[in-house]
């Protein structure tokens, strides 16, 4: 059973673009969160996704945004680019229930260089 | 909003001796307490997690303790070996959002 697969693993944009993120959660799985990490740093929460609905938002500025498609995967898209959204962006699958025990599975991350 | 602050950031220890990392929350709806190792490179890993209707809890050479009353959580490494080299992050979950700390970094020194 593969684990939570992101795509693409590196990418370089210049300012102004804008960029897609995707993210397949473990089969079985049914949330999905995106995370923003810079280097040094704790991940930050962006979105968590749960059966195609936003269920939670962290505080991150409207040029993000996502979406979770009926097969659970998920995008996350970025606007207007800046230097500072350079970071590795992380997604993460779990069930998703909502007791508390959101036990988070990580992939590998998708890089992002802002030229 | 929620906040998880975690200490110390950087921590040298003598490999062979123990480490503990602390956490403080504030949001009091969380219930869960996951911890995450992070290798240089790779992706983080659960490597323990702690729910609130428990006190401790111990896998071999890690340990968690937690005390909701004053929102504060630790991490416990016994015996550390130079794998134990890497960026710890703890969090904290309420519902659909899990909060993380900005992370440990411990110097296993030979």
């Known amino acids: 059973d593969a684990g939570v697969t992101q795509s693409p693993t590196h990418l370089i944009k210049t300012r102004g673009q804008h960029v897609t993120l995707r993210c397949s959660p473990i089969?079985?799985?049914?949330?999905v969160s995106w995370y923003q990490q810079v280097l040094g740093q704790g991940p930050q929460f962006i979105f968590q996704?749960?059966?195609?609905?936003?269920?939670g938002r962290g505080n991150f500025p409207d040029r993000f945004s996502a979406r979770q498609f009926p097969n659970y995967s998920s995008e996350l898209n970025v606007n207007a680019l800046l230097l500072g959204d350079s970071a590795l962006y992380l997604c993460?699958?779990?069930?998703?229930?909502?007791?508390?025990?959101?036990?988070?599975?990580f992939g590998a991350g998708s890089r992002l260089t802002v030229l | 909003g929620e906040n998880v602050e975690q200490h110390p950031s950087t921590l040298s220890v003598q490999e062979g001796d123990s480490a503990v990392i602390k956490c403080t929350y504030s949001d009091s709806a969380s219930n869960y307490f996951p911890w995450y190792k992070q290798e240089l490179g790779k992706r983080p890993q659960l490597i323990i997690d702690?729910?609130?209707?428990?006190g401790e809890k111990k896998d071999q050479r890690i340990a968690v303790t937690l005390n909701k009353t004053a929102k504060h959580f630790s991490l416990h490494i016994t015996e550390t070996q130079p794998e134990d080299s890497a960026v710890y992050f703890c969090a904290a979950s309420g519902g659909f959002k899990t909060i993380f700390g900005a992370g440990t970094r411990p110097f296993v020194k030979a």
């Open positions: 702690i729910r609130s209707n428990v």
């Open positions: 089969s079985g799985h049914k949330s």
């Open positions: 993460a699958s779990s069930l998703g229930t909502s007791s508390g025990a959101n036990v988070l599975t």
């Open positions: 996704y749960y059966e195609k609905e936003e269920r």
